[in-house]
Structure formats: C-alpha cells, structure tokens
C-alpha cells in the first residue's frame, strides 16, 4: 500500500517561493503518477499539475502563470512541488495524492498524503 | 477551461436517499470521479470510473453518468455522511485535472 508523507507547514511573505516535499513509501516514484492538489480556507480543491513516470509533468500554467515547478528525487523517492511569487491567495492546504490503481481518468486518486499548510502574510 | 457546475448545499433526513449532481458540457464523454471531504481531513476517493467503488466505501454509495450530468447516489444516508462532495474529471481536451466547486450535505 502506497503512502505518502508530506513536509511540515510554512510561513511565507508575499513574493517569496516556497517548496513542499511528498516521500513515497510502498512504491518508487519511477511507477506511479503524483498529483498536488491545493485547498483554500472553506475552498474547493484546486488541482496544480502532475507527474507521470511514461507522460512526464503536465501543470496548469495558464491559471498559476507558470509559477508550479515540480521535482522528483528518485534516489529519496521524494517528489517535491515548488510555487514562486507566492500571494495571499495562495495561503492554503497543499497536498499530494496518487492515483495507485491507475489512470486518474478512470480511477481517481486514492491515496493522499496528510497536507501541508502555507501560509503566506 | 472545462467547468464542472455542483450545487452548494443539499440536505436530507436520515435512512432517505441523496443525489448529488455534478454538471458539465457532455460530461456523459468522460469518466467521473468523487470525493467525500469531512472537516480536517484530506479528501477520500468513494467512486471512480463513474459508477466503481473503491473495496472500503459501503454499498449506500453509487454513481452515475449520462448526457450532462453525472449523480452520486447514496441510500440510506447516515449521520457520518455529512461532508462535502466533490467530483473531478480529466479534460482530454487539455489534459489537466478538474474539480468541482463541491456539495455540502447536510444530513438533518
């Protein structure tokens, strides 16, 4: 059974950047796909992009302007999610989550990790 | 962007049945999944590929998908229900992950 097991939480200023870690146990990160999914206070989830061992990274540049950088370390098996020019809206729940069974498409992400809280003021 | 449309709110008395709609242009052409969230905890996935349960979430969860409207179904409802409902799809079109605004079930 995949776990994931995230970074703990972070203050930030408006402007600085900030990186959240997601160690996976029970897997490599080289066979399953990792998702980060953010929540606002009394938000919806927001999804931020995607890593994918055969499909490499998809983010969703248009509505963060190309701020989400994502990283893996397969020698840690960690995958981390960086955000730049952090604002107050980008204060926060963040999480990572995969997909274990397969394909987000058809099978959703079934595993999360415990989220990381940024706050930015 | 591909919108997903739910209802804010929806409240039922216990043992009755809830649906919850999740609205999208021929949504019915994608498979949908959902998400039930309680207070201070991530979100846990109780139907995928529409209509497929994941081994742990009770049979009173079911999940359709037609036309423009995919519907979570759940009988029965317990107080434990209560929690917000998100679905989610994968846009082709874009290939990016999409959720909806969520439903808050009430169970009265």
């Known amino acids: 059974q995949v776990q994931l097991v995230q970074s703990g939480a972070e203050v930030k200023k408006p402007g600085a950047s900030v990186r959240v870690s997601c160690k996976v146990s029970g897997d490599t990160l080289t066979k399953i796909s990792l998702h980060w999914v953010r929540q606002a206070p009394g938000k919806g989830p927001e999804w931020l992009g995607s890593y994918d061992p055969e499909d490499g990274k998809t983010t969703d540049t248009q509505k963060f302007q190309g701020r989400v950088t994502l990283t893996e370390d397969t020698s840690t098996n960690t995958a981390y999610m960086g955000l730049s020019s952090l604002r107050s809206d980008d204060t926060a729940i963040y999480y990572c989550?995969?997909?274990?069974?397969?394909?987000?498409?058809?099978?959703?992400?079934?595993?999360w990790g415990q989220g990381t809280t940024v706050s930015v003021s | 962007s591909y919108v997903l449309t739910q209802a804010p709110s929806v409240s039922v008395a216990p043992g009755k049945t809830a649906s919850l709609a999740c609205a999208g242009d021929?949504?019915?052409?994608?498979?949908v999944n959902w998400y039930q969230q309680k207070p201070g905890q991530a979100p846990l996935l109780v139907i995928y590929y529409d209509s497929d349960r994941p081994s742990e979430i009770p049979e009173r969860f079911s999940g359709s998908n037609s036309g423009n409207t995919a519907t979570l179904t759940i009988n029965g409802v317990e107080a434990g229900d209560e929690a917000d409902y998100y679905c989610?799809?994968?846009?082709?079109?874009?290939?990016?992950?999409?959720f909806g605004g969520g439903t808050k079930l009430t169970v009265l």
């Open positions: 021929q949504i019915g052409g994608k498979t």
């Open positions: 989550a995969t997909a274990s069974l397969g394909a987000v498409a058809y099978y959703g992400m079934d595993v």
């Open positions: 989610q799809i994968w846009d082709r079109t874009t290939d990016l992950v999409v």
